[in-house]
Structures are given as C-alpha cells and as structure tokens.
Nanobody, 120 residues
C-alpha cells in the first residue's frame, strides 16, 4: 500500500522559515509529479508548488520567491522550503503525488496534512 507521510509543520513567527517533508513509501514504479497543496479555514484547497519528473517546477503566485520545492528521487521524497512566512500562509499543507502502480496506471495519493501556523 502506498503512503505519503508528511513532517515539518508547526508554528512560526512572521518572517520565519519552515521546511516540510513528504516521503512516499510502498510499491512505487514511477513518479509523474509530487506537489504541495494547502487549505486555509473556509477556503478551497490550492496548489502551492509542483515538481514534475519532467518539466519545470511551478509555484502559486503568492509564494513565488519565498518557497522552494525540491525532490530527492532516491528517497521518493519531496520538500517544501518556506521562507519569509506570512500570516496568510497559515493553512494545512498536504503532500500530493501521482505515482505509477504495478498495473502501469498512475494513481493520485494524498498525505494526511500538516498544520502550518504563522502568527506573532
């Protein structure tokens, strides 16, 4: 069974930094994309950043220049380095991945979510 396990959330003051990690485990035969989404209270889930296996990384306009997504393919892990955090970045952050299964189909998986709170 494939799982995405996140870590690294917490509380931080405005201007601070956090690093989120998400490790994919299980029978994985390939990765199409790994990404981070977030959902603030009362708002829809939105894409924060994506790192496809082919092509360029892309970011939401609201985080460009502050957040960096990266991957360690040997560990099937994706990271989100978040700098210059703002109160508006407060949300539950979800790891997302499209992974190739033994049936040669790509399947979408979600992590359990990790809370990021930016407050003074």
């Amino acid at each position: 069974q494939v799982q995405l396990v996140e870590s690294g959330g917490g509380g931080v003051q405005p201007g601070g930094s956090l690093r989120l990690s998400c490790a994919a485990s299980g029978r994985i035969f390939g990765i199409y994309v790994m990404a981070w989404y977030r959902q603030a209270p009362g708002k829809q889930r939105e894409l924060v950043a994506a790192a496809p296996s082919r092509g360029n990384t892309n970011y939401a306009d609201s985080v460009k220049g502050r957040f960096t997504i990266s991957r360690d393919n040997a560990k099937n892990t994706v990271y989100l380095q978040m700098n210059s955090l703002k109160p508006d970045d407060t949300a539950v952050y979800y790891c997302n991945a499209e992974l190739l299964g033994s049936d040669h189909q790509y399947w979408t998986y979600w992590g359990q979510g990790t809370q990021v709170t930016v407050s003074s």
